[in-house]
Antibody, heavy 122, light 110 residues
Framework: EVQLVESGGTSVQPGGSLKLSCEAS????????VHWVRQASGKGLEWVGR??????????AYAESVKGRFTISRDDSKNTAHLQMNSLKIEDTAVYYC?????????????WGQGTLVTVSS | QSALTQPASVSGSPGQSITISCTGT?????????VSWFQQQPGKAPKVMIY???NRPSGVSNRFSGSKSGNTASLTISGLQAEDEADYYC??????????FGTGTQVTVL
């Protein structure tokens, strides 16, 4: 079964840091562009960022709301991607999902992980 | 990058057809045929229903269809069923190489 599983979500104080992981199973993550998406409670989906594959230099892009604070990386040897979150703000509180583009050259996000909850609170 | 604009809610009776619009700009929806639609049930992860404007993944009912005209994409659900009640989001690739989602539409089956 093709699957993504996020981990690492927890409660953290404002200004703190947290690293989320996204582990793939049933397929090789190295061939896929990985995206992170978040959703605050009762709110809509917000695109966070993405990382391309090795042949495209692992290029990253970020939403303006997280640029300079969040960093996406990947460890293809472990079939895993990461979201490093620094200088966390209360408004970063959300469920964080990882997903991938299922086919290169399309805009098809499939599968999605189950999400991991990040709570930023004092 | 501003969120794409969707109606907050759309409703219909069983068997009817409904259409959800998703309005962007020439920097996102209008720039490429990279528009997707997702269904999200309460407490669940989103599920892709349509990708690349009008393509349907295997396993998704053919009652779901997508289209695009200019800077606006649309999702049509025909033969509305109780199980279609959910939140729906559109998404587009942008000219800056990023992604953007719509504001979301709550679909209610009357």
């Amino acid at each position: 079964e093709v699957q993504l599983v996020e981990s690492g979500g927890t409660s953290v104080q404002p200004g703190g840091s947290l690293k989320l992981s996204c582990e793939a199973s049933g397929f090789t993550l190295s061939g896929s562009i990985v995206h992170w998406v978040r959703q605050a409670s009762g709110k809509g989906l917000e695109w966070v960022g993405r990382i391309r594959i090795k042949t495209h230099g692992y290029a990253t892009a970020y939403a303006e709301s997280v640029k300079g604070r969040f960093t996406i990386s990947r460890d293809d040897s472990k079939n895993t991607a990461h979201l490093q979150m620094n200088s966390l703000k209360i408004e970063d509180t959300a469920v964080y999902y990882c997903t991938r583009l299922a086919v290169s050259g399309t805009w098809r996000f499939d599968p999605w992980g189950q999400g991991t909850l990040v709570t930023v609170s004092s | 990058q501003s969120a794409l604009t969707q109606p907050a809610s759309v409703s219909g009776s069983p068997g009817q057809s409904i259409t959800i619009s998703c309005t962007g700009t020439s920097s996102d929806i209008g720039a490429y045929n990279y528009v997707s639609w997702f269904q999200q049930q309460p407490g669940k992860a989103p599920k892709v229903m349509i990708y690349d404007v009008s393509n349907r993944p295997s396993g998704v009912s053919n009652r779901f269809s997508g289209s695009k005209s200019g800077n606006t994409a649309s999702l049509t659900i025909s033969g509305l069923q109780a199980e279609d009640e959910a939140d729906y989001y559109c998404s587009s690739y942008t000219t800056s190489g990023s992604g953007v989602f719509g504001t979301g539409t709550q679909v209610t089956v009357l």
